[in-house]
Structures are given as C-alpha cells and as structure tokens.
C-alpha cells in the first residue's frame, strides 16, 4: 500500500509539472504575440543609412524618406531592398531594424573603375562590368581612367564593357602603383587594338585580345619591378608590349631600344 502512495504522489507531481509547463508556455507565446502586435503598431521615426557615398546618398534617401512615420506593420523589408537595389549606382542592399522605430539600410555600391566622355563633355562612371552609369548627383573623388576611342568618336557598349575588362584584369595583374599611374586608355577600333597612356608613357597593348592583353600587362609588371628603379620612365616615349615575354622601350630621343625579356 505505501508502494501505491507513492506512486500516486510521484504521478501527480508529474502532472503539475507538467501543467505547469504548459502554462509557463503559453505566457511566453502570449507575450510574445502581444510584442509583436505593440511592435507592428509602432511607426518609422528614422531611417539610417550606411554604406552609401556622394555616387548614391541622394538617391537612396529619396527612395527610403516615403517610409517615415509609416506603421511598421505596412512595410515590406523584400520589398524596401527591391526598390534601392532598382537604383543605378546601388549594386547590393540589407534593410533591417536597428531599433523599435528605426530602419537601417546598409548599401553596397556599384564601384567605378573608369570615365568615358560623352559628345557634351560630361564623364560617366563605368563600373568593373562595363555598365555606363547616369550623372552622380554629388561629386565624388574616384581616381579612375578616361576610356576613349583613338579617333575621338564615341565607344560602343561592347567596346566599354571589352576595356572595363582589361582594366578589372590589370587591377588584379598590376602592382598597386603602376595601375594607379594609368590615366586613360585608348582604343583603336580600326585596327581593334588598344593602348594604356599614363602620366609618363603610353604602353601599346596590341591586339584587343583579353588573353593576350592580360600576358602583355603581366609582361610590364615584371619589367616595371626590374628595371624601373634604373631607368628614366619620363624619357620613355612607348612601351611596347605586342611580343610575348618582350617589352620595348622607345625613347623621346631614340627610335628604338630594346627593353629586353619580361
């Protein structure tokens, strides 16, 4: 008989155990959902954003202005990170809540790797995949390459998006000061060959070829570790990178010299 009491004690302190639990339970769900009813009830009082330069401040912040004093419970975070991804220069975005009432936007730009002139003289970025991108609504201070043609007429899209190629390559090929040395970069569609210009020299290319091309600057890297430390680049009026392992220095001086293997 005291076996069977005991076993009936254990068996009900199970059971409160139990209800307990599930009372325990239900509290947290209760609250929880009264947190998010209080949470969606609440309104947008400010919006951060991080991330975004002069290339598109403006623009995110007229995109995202309309979501203030909105509940929260009308927005759609998908839907927020839709339209500023829509804009030009953004190439990536996260939106979240940072706070009760706040948004944050965190933007990853489309990154400018070269200018190309238009008939009116205006410049517009073009980013590491040849895209031609509108007027920045701020100025901006992005150290890049003029892309032109070598007769002066405008560059077609594939020719942009050819040369935005070898510049992406060079990025990679070319130390960090040589690359940034280089000020424009010409193309010849006659001939369908291209040439680096720098502050010093004009590098001829060859062919516009991307596997050739990208051997030529891998050739005027190791030359430039080399020998540029004995030799006058200001004097160099060409660099000639056409042969393979083979890089030729004409002077302002001279007609030719040989610049020896790469």
């Known amino acids: 008989m005291a076996r069977k009491r005991q076993e009936s004690k254990h068996v009900a302190h199970e059971g409160k155990r139990s209800s307990g639990l599930v009372i325990a339970l239900l509290s947290v769900v209760f609250l929880a959902f009264m947190s998010a009813q209080w949470h969606e009830r609440q309104k947008i009082s400010s919006i951060a954003i991080e991330g975004a330069t002069g290339l ?64 009116d003289g205006t410049l517009r970025y073009v980013d590491q995949h040849g895209t031609i991108l509108p007027l920045a609504h701020e100025r901006t201070a992005h150290n890049v390459p003029v892309l ?41 569609r006659a001939r369908s060959t291209v040439a680096v210009i720098t502050d010093e020299t004009r590098w ?17 890297n190791v030359f430039w570790r080399e020998a540029a430390n004995t030799i006058n680049m200001a004097s160099v ?14 002077y302002h001086q001279q007609a030719s010299i040989p610049g020896g293997s790469a």
């Open 148 to 188: 032109r043609s070598h007769d002066g007429s405008r560059l077609t899209s594939s020719d942009v998006a050819r040369v935005a190629a070898i510049l992406v390559n060079a990025s990679r090929v070319l130390d960090g000061r040589l690359y940034q040395s280089i000020s424009e970069v010409a193309v010849d």
């Open 56 to 119: 598109s401040r403006i623009a995110v912040q007229r995109s995202v202005d309309s979501l203030r004093f909105r509940s929260i419970k009308s927005l759609s975070l998908a839907s927020i990170r839709a339209q500023v991804e829509a804009l030009p220069y953004v190439r990536n975005a996260s939106v979240y809540f940072s706070g009760v009432r706040e948004i944050t936007v965190l933007v990853d730009e489309r990154l400018p790797i070269a200018h190309v002139l238009y008939e």
């Open 204 to 220: 001829n290319l060859g062919a516009l070829n991307p596997d050739r091309i990208q051997q030529a600057l891998t050739d005027m």
């Open 237 to 250: 009026r060409e660099v000639d990178l056409r042969w393979h392992h083979q890089v030729v220095l004409r």
